[in-house]
Each structure stands twice: as structure tokens, then as C-alpha cells.
Nanobody
Framework: VQLQASGGGLVQAGGSLRLSCAAS????????MGWFRQAPGKEREFVAA????????YYADSVKGRFTISRDNAKNMVYLQMNSLKPEDTGVYYC????????????WGQGTQVTVSS
């Protein structure tokens, strides 16, 4: 699976962005998918994940109620709608294809930069 994230940019605090992750490969719909982010000087952290069928989602506590992950298996796409953005949401956002029962990341996509100004 090859992944390409897009949709990042510069936004003011309180604003919104929608990230997209385009996947190639016929097995896309068999993978759970996740979004992760990495702020400058910090380790990469989990943001959100969605099951292969889209029926189950998980969120980091820091984004619950503000971010929504979704997917369209017909289009091989995963999305992250980010609302009420805060400066601490700034970072490079990556999508990942998750495998196994533990949902470990099997494939990483290139990141997209999100910058939230105060």
C-alpha cells in the first residue's frame, strides 16, 4: 500500500482543515487506517484511527470532539476533518495503514504540514 497525505496548510486558531490520504493498492479496504502527527522536537503521536469498514473509530483525548476520521473505500481515501484547531495541533500529519490485531503501522505515507497560528 502506498499512501500520500495532503490538505495541510496554515490556519488561525479556531479554524478548520480537512486532510486527505490517497491510497494505492487493491487491498486498501482490508486495512484499518490511522492519522498520526509529529510536532517539532517531539515524538510522533497517535491522533485517530478507523477500522477497515469504517464502523469503529478511536481518537486521542487531545482531539476528541474536534477531529473526525472517515474513509471512502470505493475511492481508496481516508480523511481527517479538523475543527476548532489549536496552536498545539501544529505538526506534520501522517497517515498510516494499520495491520494485525494490534493495529501496528504497516505502511507510512508522506506527511503534510499543519500550522495553527494563535
Amino acid at each position: 500500500v502506498q499512501l500520500q497525505a495532503s490538505g495541510g496548510g496554515l490556519v488561525q486558531a479556531g479554524g478548520s482543515l480537512r486532510l486527505s490520504c490517497a491510497a494505492s493498492g487493491r487491498t486498501f479496504s482490508t486495512y484499518a487506517m490511522g492519522w498520526f502527527r509529529q510536532a517539532p522536537g517531539k515524538e510522533r503521536e497517535f491522533v485517530a484511527a478507523i477500522s477497515w469498514g469504517g464502523g469503529t473509530t478511536y481518537y486521542a483525548d487531545s482531539v476528541k470532539g474536534r477531529f473526525t476520521i472517515s474513509r471512502d473505500n470505493a475511492k481508496n481515501m481516508v480523511y481527517l476533518q479538523m475543527n476548532s484547531l489549536k496552536p498545539e495541533d501544529t505538526g506534520v500529519y501522517y497517515c498510516g495503514a494499520l495491520k494485525g490485531s494490534s493495529w501496528e503501522v504497516g505502511y507510512w505515507g508522506q506527511g503534510t504540514q499543519v500550522t495553527v497560528s494563535s
